[in-house]
């Protein structure tokens, strides 16, 4: 397996630009999760899907920040308009159940100018 | 919401020393897991501990989940074991909470 597969690995955008972060999961894990990791805050979670449904939105900082999963093997997160104070490094994470744990994607370091 | 605190929050080793990291957590949890932040910023699962007591190579891990705390060690450090270590918890669900790191340096 590939493991879990994010893209872009880099993005750099100007402020007030929409911004759209992809994330491929291990086939067959059931569970998706999308963290943000700042210096200030560490590794906060941001949203996580079960069976390609949301079920806990509360960490997505405002309505400006969007994340979907239309099918099992690919889920976007998006930001528009996107701001300085969004840079961070997103990452993406998949798991069967939690019977062996989390797997992380390479992570995309998203920069506002 | 749960907390969970790490120590020490930096570490500074020579090259075949030994290291234990802790995290301590605030209330009861379903599971536990060890990650390890190498340099190039790839977060890489350790262990996946609830309970009980892993080992792989020279890392093992520890987790009493009653005292609600678990313990990381190294043994015969080497340089690419430095970067950052987390333990994440959860109580509920699947959302796993993230403690602070330990940034570990080891020197050759």
């Known amino acids: 397996d590939a493991g879990v597969i994010q893209s872009p690995r880099h993005e750099v955008t100007e402020m007030g630009q929409e911004v759209t972060l992809r994330c491929k999961p291990i086939s067959g894990h059931d569970y998706l999760f999308w963290y943000r990791q700042t210096m200030m805050r560490g590794l906060e979670l941001l949203i996580y899907f079960n069976n390609n449904v949301p079920i806990d939105d509360s960490g997505m900082p405002e309505d400006r920040f969007s994340a979907k999963m239309p099918n099992a093997s690919f889920s976007t997160l998006k930001i528009q308009p996107s701001e300085p104070r969004d840079s961070a490094v997103y990452f993406c994470?998949?798991?069967?159940?939690?019977?062996?744990?989390?797997?992380f994607g390479s992570g995309t370091r998203l920069t506002v100018v | 919401g749960i907390q969970v605190e790490q120590s020490p929050p930096d570490l500074i080793l020579q090259e075949g020393a030994n290291s234990t990291l802790r995290c301590n957590f605030s209330?009861?949890?379903?599971?536990l897991q060890w990650f390890h932040q190498n340099p190039w910023g790839q977060l890489i699962n350790l262990f996946y501990i609830p309970s009980g007591t892993k080992q792989n190579g020279r890392l093992s891990a520890t987790t009493v989940a009653t005292e609600r705390y678990s313990l990381l060690y190294i043994s015969s450090s080497q340089t690419t074991d430095s970067g950052v270590y987390f333990c994440a918890v959860e109580r509920n669900g699947q959302n796993f909470v993230f403690g602070p790191g330990t940034r570990l340096s080891v020197l050759p």
């Open positions: 994470a998949s798991s069967f159940l939690t019977v062996s744990g989390y797997t």
């Open positions: 209330d009861s949890v379903n599971n």
